[in-house]
């Protein structure tokens, strides 16, 4: 899917286009003019959209152009690598520059025009082998520009449902591993969204989606993941974290609670007020002389601690 350079030339799909949109659930939860993944996963139906793949390319008034990819029942391969080159700028950049060669601004101004094209004629061989061996040859391109993208997880993970960013390593190595389990035939979705911009608005969007979902914010993402199934037999964080990373985070935990307590203590040493020393006798008096016991209680003191104020730090989706 692309659009021409004229303004009426809006965007559609140059061939056919697929049988269904299967991504419709996720209308206004995604915004489709920017880089975004999407995949689902069924018994029935398995799928993939990639979309912000920039053209060089521009309509009549210089705005800038992208093309969207579907791409239905994709082979766990072809899967992996559309999802490597949504992930990652360079990817995308090395992807489209070589859609702008099979696919030229003349050709698109005619099919979005209402000449329909067949894409295997136009790529000299079908399409999604073209496809696949196209973002090999990206793949090539933008690891020599900005080195190898980073290994998927192979860890398998339980059917949860999660909230990571787009900027967490574990979140995104966690994404690849479900991205993977979808394409196996696991029910369920994975995205990316620059529409939602918070976990709790991610949270509400999500709740109507069938289970189990894994999303990636490109903005306000938590700094770890949010599990959206608590409580559930299976415990623990979401997998797609090595226990010596789960470790590591759990020690960086203990020590700050460590260091928040010896800070408490010192506060309230510092604070507690001391006791006033008695008062001296006046001078010159003496105390009569007695053979009874006398007593004196000890003066009263209260402990007053004060607690500084604790710091705290703080969608709709657009289409």
Sequence with gaps: MTRGTARRLDYRFLGGGPPRRWWAPLDDLVVLE?????????????GV?????????????GTAIRFTIVVDDPDPALLARLVAAGL???????LGARLDAAFPADLVDSAVGGNAIDEDAV?????????????????ADADADAGPGPAAESAPQPRRSWIGSADDADAVAAFRARVAQLGAGMPGWAFTTAALTSVDGARRAVASLDRPVAVLLDEGGPSTMIDLDPGKAEAGPPAGLSPQLRHRKILVGALALA??????????????????????????????ASTAPSTTAP???SLSTSTPPAGGRGPSPSG
């Design 299 to 301: 003066p009263s003191t």
């Design 123 to 139: 790529c000299g061989e079908e399409f999604g082998s073209w496809l696949s061996r196209t973002l090999a040859d990206a793949d």
């Design 259 to 288: 260091v928040g307590v010896i800070v408490l203590v010192v506060v309230l040493v510092r604070w507690s007020p001391s006791p006033a020393p008695p008062p001296p006798a006046p001078p010159g008096s003496s105390a009569p």
């Design 34 to 46: 920017r880089p975004a993944v999407l995949v689902h996963g069924g018994p029935g139906h398995g």
């Design 49 to 61: 959209l990639l979309s912000g793949v920039p053209s060089a390319r521009r309509d009549v008034i």
């Design 88 to 94: 990652d700028a360079h990817r995308r950049a090395a």
